[in-house]
């Protein structure tokens, strides 16, 4: 299933390469299975991979089991999204009784505390500093949340530093700087934090076509969140991010036109 849907992206970026990105999904938390379709997109051209926002419980990102994928997943390059609502279960590995992330008010709310979970495992579990090339994106959990969870993570792991993996040599928010990326559609806060989460690891867009979706009134809803905001940081959360991320190849006139 995920090699036909793989191939599927693949050969509908086809059409316009440069423009329509495609990212594969992997069977990860089947290790080799996944490490085997990762090299084989990567062979293919896609431009990134996503996995399961949320591990199992019992065998969470930090795993030894896991390092043979993260070791092909640096070798091969390519951006590792994980989006909501796409963890190893369907309660994304929050309390049963805050109801589906989906469709529970108290579960659709704190959503992002599954992103934040992996993150954690991610960076305090050494998965970052043992592989400096891997890069992140946390896709759909908007970012007004960002900003003081990475200042609590720095708290935590100063708190509590026998459980954060020796590996670690910064602080955990320099990790999260340096690799990891959140994206945001409608979300004035995450703006206003932006100087916190980092400019250079934000990235917008609109959803479409799914519910959460601001189209198709983008460019109002663009307006209003950014308002204030400078040209320069406009066009790197809209346009540069995403480009460099990706590897995005541009006639040189359409980098001059970007931004508002």
Do not use: K
């Not at 992206?9 to 085997?36: F, K, M, N, T």
């Not at 990790?175 to 916190?196: K, M, S």
């Amino acid at each position: 299933m995920f090699q036909r849907h793989n191939d599927w992206v693949r050969d509908y970026c086809s059409e316009s390469p440069e423009r329509l990105i495609g990212v594969a999904c992997l069977p990860l938390p089947d290790v080799a299975e996944a490490v085997a379709e990762l090299q084989r997109v990567a062979r293919l051209g896609v431009r990134g991979v996503a996995i399961p926002c949320a591990a199992p419980p019992d065998r969470p990102y930090q795993h030894p089991d896991y390092e043979p994928f993260w070791d092909a997943a640096e070798d091969a390059g390519l951006p590792i999204t994980m989006h909501i609502f796409t963890g190893t279960s369907w309660d994304m590995g929050l309390p049963a009784h805050w109801g589906a992330p989906g469709t529970s008010i108290t579960g659709y709310a704190l959503a992002f505390s599954s992103l934040a979970a992996t993150f954690v495992q991610l960076i305090c579990g050494g998965v970052a500093a043992r592989h400096p090339g891997l890069r992140f994106v946390g896709a759909e959990f908007e970012t007004g949340w960002v900003g003081h969870f990475l200042q609590r993570l720095d708290h935590a792991t100063y708190r509590a530093r026998r459980e954060a993996s020796p590996d670690l040599t910064m602080e955990p928010s320099e990790y999260f700087h340096r690799q990891f990326f959140v994206t945001f559609e409608d979300d004035e806060l995450g703006l206003r934090h932006r100087d916190v989460i980092g400019v250079g690891n934000m990235l917008w867009g609109n959803d479409y076509p799914h519910h959460d979706a601001i189209w198709p009134n983008s460019m109002a809803v663009f307006d209003r969140i950014f308002a204030g905001v400078s040209d320069d940081e406009v066009r790197r959360l809209t346009f540069d991010n995403v480009v460099e991320l990706y590897g995005i190849r541009l006639p040189d006139d359409v980098l001059a036109g970007a931004g508002r």
